[in-house]
């Protein structure tokens, strides 16, 4: 199957810093990627939606400016946290689909990443 | 709207035994897709389990089966021969041919025990 790998698998931060998760498609190009954010515990919830050189789509109520999000290339998307303070501390996980999202396309889950803001 | 209701936060079932987690759902769309989804402890997401909406065959994989009653909007999965591990917590999700989103339902936290 296809492997999507995330960097890097754990983090610790100060409050304030900007910290860089990566998602990568190893053996596949994707067009769409997909990232969500989990508490322990509790399902996966949407955050956005990021299509390689175009802007992503953010679901409603995740903040824009915080969660800065970059799909330069077809086996690359970043996800930034920009100023992160103690609530932004949690489990985020990427998933990638070849094709477009006009049809169904098996997503692919990263290994996720873990986030602790101090 | 999509929806996914897993009603069952957790169970338990002891080795060897069958299990059998519920899932309802709902949508307006007559193309989607169902699935189940293990994460263990490792919190790495696999897939179990896919079920096409127009197929009116319950999907097996192995141990994994499911019952897919469409019109009840019902998408249970039936774990048979428990093994130490499957445990772990199992998420169903629906997605529509147009849009790409996965939806998730609460997750159901299986464990299996010896």
């Given at each position: 199957?296809?492997?999507?790998?995330?960097?890097?698998?754990?983090?610790?931060?100060?409050?304030?810093?900007?910290?860089?998760?990566?998602?990568?498609?190893?053996?596949?190009?994707?067009?769409?990627?997909?990232?969500?954010?989990?508490?322990?515990?509790?399902?996966?919830?949407?955050?956005?939606?990021?299509?390689?050189?175009?802007?992503?789509?953010?679901?409603?109520?995740?903040?824009?400016?915080?969660?800065?999000?970059?799909?330069?290339?077809?086996?690359?998307?970043?996800?930034?946290?920009?100023?992160?303070?103690?609530?932004?501390?949690?489990?985020?996980?990427?998933?990638?689909?070849?094709?477009?999202?006009?049809?169904?396309?098996?997503?692919?889950?990263?290994?996720?990443?873990?986030?602790?803001?101090? | 709207?999509?929806?996914?209701?897993?009603?069952?936060?957790?169970?338990?079932?002891?080795?060897?035994?069958?299990?059998?987690?519920?899932?309802?759902?709902?949508?307006?769309?007559?193309?989607?897709?169902?699935?189940w989804?293990?994460?263990?402890?490792?919190?790495?997401?696999?897939?179990?389990?896919?079920?096409?909406?127009?197929?009116?065959?319950?999907?097996?994989?192995?141990?994994?089966?499911?019952?897919?009653?469409?019109?009840?909007?019902?998408f249970?999965?039936?774990?048979?021969d428990?093994?130490?591990?499957?445990?772990?917590?199992?998420?169903?999700?629906?997605?529509?041919?147009?849009?790409?989103?996965?939806?998730?339902?609460?997750?159901?936290?299986?464990s299996?025990?010896?």
């Open positions: 199957g296809a492997v999507v790998s995330q960097h890097p698998s754990r983090v610790i931060c100060k409050s304030g810093t900007s910290v860089k998760i990566e998602c990568r498609s190893l053996d596949f190009q994707a067009t769409t990627m997909f990232w969500y954010r989990q508490f322990p515990k509790q399902s996966l919830m949407l955050m956005a939606t990021s299509n390689e050189g175009s802007k992503a789509t953010y679901e409603q109520g995740v903040e824009k400016d915080k969660f800065l999000i970059n799909h330069a290339s077809l086996t690359l998307s970043t996800l930034t946290v920009t100023s992160a303070h103690p609530e932004d501390s949690s489990f985020y996980i990427c998933s990638a689909i070849s094709g477009g999202v006009r049809s169904y396309n098996e997503q692919f889950f990263g290994p996720g990443t873990r986030l602790t803001v101090l | 709207a999509q929806t996914v209701t897993q009603s069952q936060p957790e169970m338990s079932v002891q080795e060897a035994e069958t299990v059998t987690l519920s899932c309802t759902y709902d949508t307006s769309e007559n193309n989607y897709y169902l699935f989804y293990k994460q263990p402890p490792s919190r790495q997401m696999i897939l179990v389990i896919r079920q096409e909406a127009y197929k009116q065959q319950n999907a097996t994989e192995n141990r994994f089966s499911v019952n897919f009653q469409k019109a009840a909007k019902s249970s999965l039936k774990i048979s428990s093994q130490l591990g499957d445990t772990a917590m199992y998420f169903c999700a629906s997605i529509v041919r147009k849009g790409g989103k996965l939806i998730f339902g609460q997750g159901t936290e299986l299996v025990k010896p």
